[in-house]
């Protein structure tokens, strides 16, 4: 690879992605691959740590993984592949545990949150969740790390693990930094704009999926909670139209300014059904893309399997060393 920056981020296998999770995120991905050397990964393994049903865990796992690949992730650029065919992840995830406090990972907030949600199944991989994050990123040595807010206490903890581990064996870890977007980071429930966008909302119309075609994406945007005012500006309390302005703006490139002249005068229904249009027109590329890639299935084998390989070269260097460093005896 290039001598650049190395950016490594993973995204769970929930099969399509909300509006959210690709404005936050997936989004932003493409653009890196020019600038960085950059590695994405699809977390199966994170995934079980709360229930899953076997098909459809496998089925979403390559939709997302083909879904990627749609939103621009080229694999002639980047690895892409998938956490579980890359073993060097759950080899270096054990290590770093030995290397990780209880106290440290209970004070997860997500660990707490989802243990609540799920409290009929606290396992103990919830619980050491971020140490296979960590291992992720450290597996590479990855310099930076596209994360949501929701995810910055994580990597903050793997900085955690790697500065220690650097300290019991020697330098060796880079200590990764979060790289966070400016733009369209968060994107709200269209039915609860004081809430994050999240596929598990019980309200189908409060989300945007990437894959929701455009009858489907207009008529949700026309349900859209906003407030009693009419006019299009962005103000502390408008929480609703602050959001569709978000959104707006990220589609189009316009900022704020120019949004509300464009609007002004005009009621918020107008303004809605500009923004269902827009979003759908942006997203109609990603969903042909996606029904593409789908029906080649012996091309997305070779893509995955390729993506693994190269993976696997990288990061078993990488955990070597580590095996060495902790004491292990060496195999060959
Ligand atoms: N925990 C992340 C999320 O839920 C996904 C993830 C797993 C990840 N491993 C990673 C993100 C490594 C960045 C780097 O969004």
């Not at 892409?80 to 290590?95: D, G, N």
Request: charge should be neutral; include cysteine.
């Amino acid at each position: 690879m290039e001598d650049k920056k190395l950016i490594f981020s993973g995204i769970q296998p929930t099969g399509t992605f909300t509006l959210g999770n690709y404005i936050g995120a997936v989004r932003n991905w493409k653009p890196l691959q020019d600038e960085y050397n950059c590695i994405y990964c699809v977390v199966d393994m994170h995934a079980i740590t709360v229930r899953q049903d076997p098909i459809k865990l496998r089925q979403n796992t390559l939709n997302s993984y083909a879904l990627l690949m749609a939103c621009g992730i080229d694999v002639e650029k980047s690895i892409l592949f998938i956490q579980s065919h890359v073993k060097t992840h759950a080899e270096l995830s054990w290590i770093l545990g030995c290397n990780t406090q209880f106290g440290e990972l209970s004070r997860m907030t997500q660990f707490k949150d989802k243990s609540q949600r799920h409290a009929d199944d606290v396992n103990s991989g919830l619980f050491t969740y971020p140490v296979l994050m960590a291992a992720d990123i450290l597996a590479y040595n990855a310099d930076l790390v596209p994360v949501g807010v929701d995810q910055k206490q994580h990597l903050e903890l793997a900085r955690n693990i790697a500065q220690r581990f650097n300290q019991r064996y020697g330098d060796f870890f880079t200590l990764p930094e979060p790289y966070i977007a400016e733009i369209g980071a968060k994107v709200m429930s269209l039915q609860d704009p004081t809430k994050k966008m999240s596929k598990s909302d019980d309200n189908p119309n409060a989300v945007i999926l990437i894959l929701d075609d455009k009858d489907t994406i207009i008529r949700k945007f026309k349900r859209a909670v906003t407030d009693s005012e009419a006019e299009v500006c962005y103000r502390d309390g408008k929480d609703g139209i602050n959001n569709l302005m978000t959104i707006y703006s990220s589609v189009t490139g316009k900022n704020f300014a120019e949004i509300e002249s464009e609007f002004s005068g005009k009621g918020y229904g107008d303004f809605k059904l500009a923004v269902g249009e827009a979003v759908a027109d942006h997203l109609e590329p990603i969903r042909t893309e996606f029904a593409r890639l789908s029906a080649d299935k012996a091309y997305l084998k070779k893509c995955y399997t390729e993506g693994a390989e190269k993976a696997i070269r990288y990061s078993q260097r990488i955990v070597s060393k580590v095996y060495r460093k902790v004491g292990f005896v060496d195999k060959t």
